[in-house]
């Protein structure tokens, strides 16, 4: 008669350690009470989503904020769908976001005492456990065809039975041992099954980091943990991997939440701690008054690099995922906007249960606000960096006179209540063209956009009397005041007040006066500080650009 052990061997005939040497490979870490041991485990079959950016963000916040580690790990395993390169693109995306890991899978290179960190390159120690559970009789050889498995679903439908392999329909776990031995002789084609011992007439206490206590269906499927090809299944590879790579902490998304009976049961089978499960809630769009998930085919904000691309500020979208993530973030974040968000402390309890819709222009506020706290070499540093990858005539406008650049992105920059124009860096081209000359004939090539209850007549003088009157060394308080003199010689009264009580008497007020010089310099009558443009523009184009409205109108 057949033994257990001889079916083991006979599977895996080249494997000789086991657990007991793995846990002698992998042993506990060594970190301080409390610390968390949270992981980014991605698979390589397209883009980093955002919801993705928002887990291992979450997983990053936890580890650093309790002193733990937090990993990374390749989940390779479903070849069929891995698309080539994406492993580095989703470690390169994640570190452009500022999440790097302590240790794992670092897209050309693996760092740290537990790995492999890639999937691929584990078989072994999932044939050494999957080896262990045929001799405890915790997992069996299936051979049943695609055919058979189909034809007994269909029977399951029309007798109204929840369908799936498992008790009575499980037809292999019922196969002797010798039966089953002689056929793996034969080489037929098997996969390996876990042996669950649940009933789905049951329930299971768990407890989840998010939502507290709950109360699931028992698993009594015998999925499958190890296909044809030799390769694990996704539910028994991270549980051996989790385990070994010794994670405490697992963050992932709240559709995982019908799975973790199975993992609960697989950790429990092999006698092994199972980490604490935190379960996010789902990132949600609006569409058409409907919530439904964020979605990779419908919502270019659902890959990171729609971020990227544009020229967000990288840390506006993590500091909008976290206002998302804690109830009392914003109120922290309005305090310490100049602080690194590691200062906030993340906690689970603070989480809401419902779904966040995503909110683009609260992402934009977020943005100007951090590039608003920029100082000018910063932003312009950023800017070309940005510019370099994703505009390259932008890139070439910089760097053509980078100081030249720097003093533009100066004008109200260093007070209390800077502009906040730009959100993204791709904002900041079409903003400031107009200071370039080339630019600015463009700009001006068409009507300008003068006020048209003041005549021609009366904008061609008051031009040309700014043009002799403006002194470049004046402080704006100065100027503002020469201004006005120049302003009152053309009949422009100097204050707003002044022209309501006397508008019979006026061409217009200052602010009048000072929209004619801006139309002239910038061809708009918006624009940033009017003084600090005319002194970056400088005299010599200060005059040109006077001289050239002049001749036009």
């Known amino acids: 008669m057949a033994t257990a052990h001889e079916l083991a061997n006979i599977i895996f005939p080249d494997i000789t350690d086991t657990i ?10 060594k970190l301080k009470t409390g610390a968390m041991v949270t992981r980014f485990a991605p698979s390589p079959t397209g883009f980093l989503h955002t919801g993705s950016l928002f887990t291992s963000l979450i997983a990053r916040k936890v ?88 034809e ?21 776990r019922f196969i002797p041992q010798e039966e089953a031995l002689e056929r793996i002789k034969n080489n037929e084609p098997y996969v390996i ?21 709950m109360e699931l269906t028992e698993n009594d499927q015998d999925i499958i943990i190890m296909k044809s090809d030799g390769l694990p299944t996704y539910h028994f590879a991270h549980i051996v991997d989790d385990h070994f790579m010794r ?46 998930k964020l979605s990779k085919r419908k919502d270019p904000e659902a890959a990171v690099s729609f971020f990227i691309e544009k020229g967000y500020p990288l840390e506006a979208v993590n500091t909008y995922l976290l206002s998302i993530a804690n109830s009392n973030f914003e109120e922290w974040w309005a305090q ?34 951090i590039l608003g706290l920029l100082d ?38 260093g007070i209390a209540k800077p502009r906040k124009d730009y959100s993204t860096f791709s904002d900041i081209y079409p903003a400031i063209k107009f200071f370039y000359r080339p630019f600015y004939i463009e700009l001006t090539n068409s009507e300008l956009p003068f ?54 008497d006026y061409v217009g007020n200052i602010g009048d006066f000072a929209e004619i010089l801006r139309v002239a310099l910038t061809g708009s009558r918006q624009s940033p500080n009017l003084y600090y443009i005319i002194q970056v523009l400088g005299p010599e184009e200060f005059a040109f650009r006077i001289k050239y409205v002049i001749e036009k109108l």
Request: glycine share 6%; with cysteine; charged share 25%.
């Open 63 to 150: 580890a650093s904020d309790s002193q733990g580690v937090f990993f990374t790990r390749l989940e390779d395993t479903d070849s069929k769908r891995e698309i080539v390169g994406a492993g580095n693109l989703l470690l390169k995306e994640l570190k452009a976001f500022g999440i790097e890991p302590d240790e794992g899978y670092l897209g050309d290179q693996q760092c740290g005492d537990y790995g492999p960190y890639v999937q691929s390159q584990r078989a072994n120690i999932y044939k050494i456990v999957i080896k262990s559970m045929i001799e405890r009789d915790l997992a069996y050889p299936c051979f049943c065809t695609p055919e058979e498995l189909s």
């Open 20 to 29: 007991d040497d793995l846990e002698k490979q992998f042993p506990p870490r």
């Open 451 to 504: 006020n048209p209850n003041i005549e021609s007549l009366v904008i061609k003088e008051s031009l040309n009397d700014v043009l002799k009157a403006t002194d470049f060394s004046l402080d704006e308080h100065d100027w503002f005041e020469s201004l006005k003199q120049i302003a009152s010689r053309h009949q422009f009264a100097p204050s707003g007040k002044l022209y309501k009580a006397n508008p019979a």
């Open 376 to 413: 000018a070499e910063t932003i312009s540093n950023r800017a070309l960096i940005w510019a370099k990858s994703y505009d390259a005539d932008f890139a070439s406008l910089i760097e053509s006179n980078f100081v030249y650049f720097v003093s533009i992105m100066g004008i109200e920059r």
């Open 247 to 292: 994670t405490n902490c697992v963050t992932r998304g709240e559709e995982w939440l019908s799975s973790l009976p199975i993992h609960i049961q697989l950790f429990e089978s092999l006698g092994w701690e199972a980490p604490g499960y935190a379960h996010l809630p789902v990132i949600n769009k609006l569409d058409n008054g409907n919530k439904r």
């Open 193 to 213: 099954r876990f042996k669950s011992p649940g009933n789905h007439n049951h329930k299971i206490k768990v407890i989840d980091l998010i939502r507290g206590k």
């Open 336 to 369: 310490n906007k100049s602080q690194s968000l590691d200062q906030f402390k993340f906690s689970f309890s603070k989480m809401s249960l419902d779904g966040a819709l995503f909110d683009l222009d609260k992402v934009n506020y977020f943005a100007k606000e």
């Open 152 to 172: 007994m679903r269909n029977r399951q439908e029309q007798s109204k039975v929840i369908p799936g392999y498992y008790g009575p329909y499980a037809h292999c």
